[in-house]
């Protein structure tokens, strides 16, 4: 990781996600019924939990809508979250309406086209190895996880790595009693 991608994530407030092949793999399945499924990773959930903790903010901000994403979304108390947009810039301006943050203090990480509106404007532009290259020359930082397989929590890894909360956040977990 280089020293320009610490200093731009030391600055983030706010961690911006995609859906579809950021916090899943990518693919849409569908059963006979007509029944949209999709897989979320365990390990990416516990850090936007963490992260949130450290005093991050995570939102969301997809082109589809699903239930399933807004059941996920509370599951992890994510509030900020806007779903069915394909203009993503705008539903950002409409997100942090309001809100005390710059747009060098937000990452957001994507995966194809739609998100380079956002990417392009922000300050940490985040994506996956098996994002369109259109994105990933783009982005400052790739996970080494593909989408839906712990990407996300590499990137809430860093963030807490450059902002100093990482080992206060792994302290309870390695703790031993004597």
Not at 73 to 81: P, V, Y
Not at 96 to 115: F, K, Q, S, T, V
Not at 140 to 160: E, K, Q, T, Y
């Amino acid at each position: 990781m280089t020293e320009e991608t610490l200093t731009r994530a030391r600055r983030i407030k706010l961690l911006l996600l995609d859906v579809d092949g950021v916090l899943t793999d990518c693919k849409l399945y569908f059963d006979n019924a007509g029944n949209e499924l999709k897989a979320f990773n365990t390990l990416d959930g516990q850090g936007i939990k963490l992260l949130q903790k450290s005093g991050v903010k995570v939102g969301i901000i997809t082109g589809r809508s699903s239930a399933l994403v807004a059941r996920r979304a509370r599951d992890l108390g994510i509030e900020l979250i806007i779903q069915g947009r394909e203009d993503k810039w705008q539903a950002l301006q409409e997100m942090i309406e309001g809100m005390d943050i710059a747009l060098n203090e937000i990452a957001h990480m994507g995966d194809d086209w739609p998100d380079l509106s956002i990417m392009a404007r922000v300050g940490l532009a985040l994506s996956v190895p098996n994002g369109h290259s259109a994105v990933t020359e783009r982005a400052h930082w790739i996970s080494h996880n593909r989408g839906g397989n712990g990407a996300v929590r590499d990137a809430c890894d860093l963030i807490m790595q450059a902002q100093g909360t990482y080992a206060a956040m792994l302290a309870p977990f390695i703790a031993t009693e004597d």
